[in-house]
């Protein structure tokens, strides 16, 4: 397991690294690579929310931080860079049908991702059903999506800046999964764990579902707001998020 991972890892690498020749900007490289270091941090967030990881796992330090989440960790920004790289190029195209639509996918993508990291036994969880009956898998891949979009709206406010500006998005990476899964998730995990009563249990599911749609659609509705403002630009984007609200401001007038 480890050493395809391994191989896949280089692979993605190259490919960030061409993406970013072809784009001529850092993002792509930085981006893998902050992903892949966030990955040393992400058992910490398995074990808040009952996420155990095989014992016959390749462990680097003792036996919390397998060594798969390290060469894995760019499978969450995956479906973030593929978006990115499409759209850059042609986001005027893009509505809020469409940006629901790659939500709803990116959604899929992780639940998939979830169940098969449990069908093959690299981990398991507490409970696999938790309150009301909701798949922890799903609820897990929900958390994974609302960091990957916020991402994607960070990557366009980075697009096409200097490489030592881009540096920040290294750290905001980290801030953003310190953010979704210990913050977003935090009424769920902690009536779980704090008091064990399925009725609180169920509260707390339901008050972070809730904020994960807030912050879904508060996103969507940056990137569109983002979109609106390229078709004023004639498809040049500019990174200065002022400017495009300037431009935009001109363009009503």
């Not at 690498?13 to 970013?20: D, K, N, S, T």
């Not at 016959?56 to 760019?74: K, M, N, Q, T």
């Not at 798949?135 to 709206?153: K, N, Y």
Request: glycine fraction near 8%.
């Amino acid at each position: 397991m480890e050493i395809i991972l391994f191989l896949v890892a280089a692979v993605v690498i190259m490919l960030a690294v061409f993406a970013g020749l072809s784009a001529q900007s850092p993002l792509f490289v930085f981006v893998v690579v902050a992903a892949m270091l966030s990955g040393l941090v992400s058992p910490a967030w398995h074990l808040i929310y009952g996420v155990v990881y095989d014992a016959e796992l390749y462990y680097l330090i003792g036996d919390s931080i397998p060594l798969i989440a390290f060469l894995g960790g760019w499978i969450m920004v995956f479906p973030t860079l593929l978006i990115f790289a499409t759209l850059r190029r042609s986001f005027v195209h893009i509505g809020k049908l469409g940006m629901w639509g790659l939500i709803s996918v990116v959604v899929i993508f992780f639940w998939v991702f979830e169940s098969v990291g449990v069908a093959w036994q690299i981990w398991s969880y507490d409970n696999e059903i938790t309150a009301l009956g909701f798949p922890t898998s799903l609820f897990l891949a929900l958390l994974h999506t609302l960091c990957a979009v916020i991402l994607l709206r960070v990557m366009f406010e980075y697009w096409r800046i200097p490489t030592l500006a881009t540096l920040p998005i290294v750290p905001i990476l980290f801030g953003l999964q310190a953010f979704c899964y210990a913050v977003i998730g935090a009424p769920f995990y902690a009536m779980e764990m704090l008091t064990g009563t399925s009725v609180l249990t169920s509260f707390g599911l339901v008050c972070t579902m809730l904020v994960i749609g807030w912050g879904l659609h508060t996103t969507i509705e940056s990137l569109l707001s983002i979109q609106s403002n390229t078709s004023v630009t004639a498809g040049l984007y500019v990174a200065d998020i002022a400017v495009l609200e300037e431009l935009a401001r001109q363009k009503n007038d």
